[in-house]
C-alpha cells in the first residue's frame, strides 16, 4: 500500500492518505477540471455534458431533428455515458449555435468595422 498525495484547489496538500481510501466505489462526487497554462480558456474550464431534454431546449429542435442532423454530419456527435445514457459536450453545443447564428447572419467584414470606426472619430 503506497501514500498518496493530494493539492487542493487552494493549494494544501493533504499527505499519507493510503492509496485504498481512495477506491471507485468510495468516490461520491468528482468534477473534472482541466488545468493548463493561463490564457488557454478551453482548457481552464469545467467539461459539461447536455443530455438531451437540455440540448432541445437549447437548440430549439426536435429529437428527430437532432438525430438527423447528426447522421448528416451538421451537428455535434453524441458522446456514451453508460451502457443506455448519452450526452453532448455543452462546449460543441455552443460552438454549433455560434455557427448558426453566424451563417445566418454572417460574419462583420473587419474592414467596414474599422471604417465605421474611423469615421466616428472624425
Known sequence: ???TNIQTLDGQTISSLPSL???QHEVTSVQLVAVASPGSWEQ???IKILRLPEVIKR????RAS???HMAQGNFPKQISLGLRAVGWLESEIDAWL???VQQTRGAPDLSQTQRAQARSVR
Open 1 to 3: 500500500m503506497t501514500d
Open 21 to 23: 481510501a481512495l477506491r
Open 44 to 46: 481552464n474550464c469545467l
Open 59 to 62: 437548440v430549439g429542435l426536435k
Open 66 to 68: 437532432i438525430y438527423l
Open 98 to 100: 455560434l455557427a448558426r
